[in-house]
Nanobody, 125 residues
Framework: EFQLVESGGALVQPGGSLRLSCAASEYTESDYCMGWFRQGPEGVREGVAAICTDGTTKYANSVKGRFTISQDNAENTLYLQMNSLQPEDTAMYYC???????????????????WGQGTQVTVSS
C-alpha cells in the first residue's frame, strides 16, 4: 500500500523558517503530481504547492517567493522549504499524491487520492 508520512512541523516565530518532509513508501513510474496542502482552524483545505513528474511546479499566491517545493526521487521524499513564515501560515500541513492520469489543477485537493496524516506548523511569538 502506497503511504505518505510527513514530518518537520513545529512552533516557530514569525519570520522564521521550517522544512517539511514527506516520505513515500515506494516510488512509482506513474505520471502524477505531488502536493502540499494545509488546513487551518477554519477547516478549509488549501493547496500550497505542487510538483509534477515533468518538473513543473505551482504555488498558491499566498506563498509565492517564500515557499519552495522539491523532491528527491532517490529517497522517495518530498520537501517544502518555508521561509518568512507568518502567523497566517499556521495550519496542519499535508502531503498528497495525485491520482495518476488526471490533468487538471495540481493545487485542487480533489485531484489527490493518497494523503499523509499531517504535521502541525504553528507560527507565533
Amino acid at each position: 500500500e502506497f503511504q505518505l508520512v510527513e514530518s518537520g512541523g513545529a512552533l516557530v516565530q514569525p519570520g522564521g523558517s521550517l522544512r517539511l518532509s514527506c516520505a513515500a513508501s515506494e516510488y512509482t513510474e506513474s505520471d502524477y503530481c505531488m502536493g502540499w496542502f494545509r488546513q487551518g482552524p477554519e477547516g478549509v483545505r488549501e493547496g500550497v504547492a505542487a510538483i509534477c513528474t515533468d518538473g513543473t511546479t505551482k504555488y498558491a499566491n499566498s506563498v509565492k517567493g517564500r515557499f519552495t517545493i522539491s523532491q528527491d526521487n532517490a529517497e522517495n521524499t518530498l520537501y517544502l522549504q518555508m521561509n518568512s513564515l507568518q502567523p497566517e501560515d499556521t495550519a496542519m500541513y499535508y502531503c498528497a499524491a495525485e491520482t495518476p492520469g488526471i490533468a487538471g489543477d495540481p493545487l485542487d485537493a480533489f485531484e489527490y487520492s493518497v494523503w499523509g496524516q499531517g504535521t502541525q506548523v504553528t507560527v507565533s511569538s
